[in-house]
């Protein structure tokens, strides 16, 4: 997802930061796991919306597989779901159930083993407060700008308004979707389209199947008056839908689609893991884009920026963001919501990494410097949130409160994790990282792995100072020169207020650069690794300029000399 909201934080969850927290970025984390008694392997999803009533008829089938023995009772996420029927798929036979608040339980017909799967179909009506949305015309200066509309969001837990569900990241099943809608609109789902069918009441029911294993907050679906613009990357079908008034959008925003997975399958070496990808623009859309899986929703507002020319750059990033997410996020996806950041991180971090290959590397430099100085007003400004792991991951309302978190500080870590490792061993790491884990869930400790097992290196102070712990390095410097031993002496102090999760001193791998009056430079290496330290140099003379960080490895980084 492709977000840009910031929200006030509350003195009250600051409270409960500072209550539960814990002595070092190296502390005790929570866990974010879902207790479960079964793994989903399937859904089907019939649905048929009613744009009038702002509701929607729904039959799913759920199948699942115990992974423990003598399962009798199955939860199932949902809210707001009147059920009216809910039955063993294979017998038709009627189950009994309880609607809980936000559940369903299911008593099955008997206790079921590891190695049985259940079907179970529940039939059920809804006016969703979430999870879909519905739209009506949109008029400007009395044109029509699009027609209605029907869409789904589903990060991080909206499935559940709509089809019941294992409504959690870790959980990935396959789907198929049969999605009822007025005669001659358009449907775009998940996946393969397996044709339409004329019921002969002015609708139709549009086909839908994936057979890879997703995550719910994946599954979507949109309903309207589009015109699709079709190409093709090798053999991947691009689609690109927007509304019959506004086609000329097409090649501003989506010019560069196939440059964009080009270089995200030369980076990555590793070719783009599902059959087609859609990119359709909605309106009234909280966010810049969603990476629904195959079939991207975008924010109209947003794309509608690419007819500016000094806006379109935003579009590419966007567009990249969200392309990027097919690897990282829907191939690969975070096991738990506390490990957000690793589908956020990457995306935000091939935003910078595709600029680079089209435009260079001073404008990689440039999008990862604006990152970091997003992050570092966000941290001067709001001093408590949390980490790139993430501490406030129970109450998923938060989850996307601070996105200079998530979204700039992650890309900047990634960017600093290559400099850390090195160009060839960073490649070589993520191609391990996505084949290693195809199509299922990854947290830190995976992508840590990696990038240890190809490097050599151990990375446990790298990865608990800069996610798990919070801030960045501060740093005040005092130099004199000691013209007698051509010595150069650096006082250094760490300023950063060193609390539970803010690490009092940084360890810092730092390039220094020395430029004489001669305009020679020499580079120096440094460590600075404690709250207070001398560090001294060789120096032919008095330097005219010093630099920390010329090269820019460590952008999160603030450098104030006294």
């Not at 449907?187 to 069918?197: F, H, Q, Y």
């Not at 927007?242 to 090649?251: L, M, S």
């Not at 978190?405 to 990282?433: C, I, P, S």
Request: glycine letters at 6%; charged letters at 30%.
């Amino acid at each position: 997802m492709h977000s840009f909201y910031f929200r006030k934080i509350s003195a009250f969850y600051l409270f409960l930061l500072l209550l539960a927290g814990a002595t070092s970025a190296q502390a005790q984390r929570p866990a974010y796991e879902r207790s479960q008694n079964y793994d989903v392997q399937h859904y089907t999803l019939r649905v048929k919306p009613d744009h009038a009533k702002r509701s929607i008829e729904g039959d799913t089938t759920v199948i699942l597989r115990p992974t423990e023995k003598g399962v009798k009772v199955i939860e199932l996420d949902a809210v707001g779901l009147k059920f009216t029927s809910v039955k063993l798929e294979s017998d038709g036979k009627d189950l009994t159930y309880r609607v809980l608040k936000d559940k369903v339980a299911v008593t099955l017909d008997r206790e079921y083993g590891t190695d049985e799967d259940i079907a179970i179909r529940f039939a059920y009506t809804a006016t969703p407060k979430k999870g879909i949305y519905f739209v009506n015309e949109g008029f400007e200066d009395k044109r029509r700008v699009h027609s209605k509309q029907i869409w789904t969001q589903g990060e991080p837990d909206e499935a559940r308004h709509w089809f019941p569900s294992f409504d959690f990241p870790g959980d990935k099943a396959t789907t198929e979707q049969f999605i009822t809608a007025e005669k001659g609109m358009t449907v775009i789902g998940n996946g393969e389209e397996l044709g339409k069918k004329d019921n002969g009441d002015g609708t139709e029911t549009h086909r839908f199947r994936l057979n890879i294993p997703h995550s719910t907050y994946l599954v979507s679906f949109i309903i309207g008056e589009y015109v699709k613009v079709e190409d093709k990357y090798r053999d991947i079908p691009l689609g690109y839908y927007t509304y019959p008034e506004a086609r000329t959008i097409v090649p501003l925003a989506y010019g560069k689609t196939k440059d964009f997975f080009r270089i995200m399958e030369e980076l990555t070496a590793t070719p783009y893991p599902f059959n087609k990808y859609d990119q359709t623009v909605v309106s009234n859309f909280e966010f810049g884009g969603m990476e629904n899986i195959t079939a991207t929703t975008m924010a109209d507002t947003e794309i509608a920026y690419a007819r500016l020319d000094f806006l379109r750059g935003n579009v590419e990033d966007l567009v990249t963001h969200e392309i990027a997410h097919s690897w990282f996020g829907n191939n690969v996806t975070c096991k738990n919501w506390a490990e957000l950041w690793l589908n956020e991180a990457f995306a935000t971090f091939f935003e910078a990494a595709v600029r680079e290959k089209l435009y260079g590397r001073d404008e990689y430099l440039r999008k990862v410097g604006t990152n970091a100085d997003s992050f570092m007003t966000h941290d001067a400004a709001t001093p408590v949130s949390h980490g790139l792991y993430n501490r406030r991951a129970g109450d998923v309302s938060l989850l996307f409160k601070w996105p200079a978190v998530t979204y700039d500080k992650g890309g900047v870590f990634v960017h600093m994790l290559r400099e850390q490792v090195g160009e060839e061993t960073f490649w070589k790491a993520l191609n391990l990282f996505l084949t290693r884990h195809r199509f299922s869930s990854v947290e830190t400790a995976d992508l840590r792995k990696v990038m240890e097992e190809t490097s050599g290196q151990n990375l446990g102070w790298f990865f608990d100072q800069w996610v798990y712990g919070t801030s960045y390095p501060r740093l005040t410097v005092r130099q004199t020169f000691n013209a007698a031993k051509k010595e150069l002496r650096m006082d250094i102090r760490q300023t950063q207020s060193g609390d539970k999760l803010t690490p009092k001193a940084f360890r810092l791998p730092l390039e220094v650069e020395l430029e004489y009056k001669d305009g020679t430079k020499e580079l120096k290496e440094i460590v600075v690794d404690s709250r207070q330290q001398v560090i001294t140099m060789s120096a032919k003379t008095n330097p005219a300029k010093v630099t920390f960080d010329p090269n820019k490895r460590i952008m999160l980084l603030s450098v104030k000399k006294r």
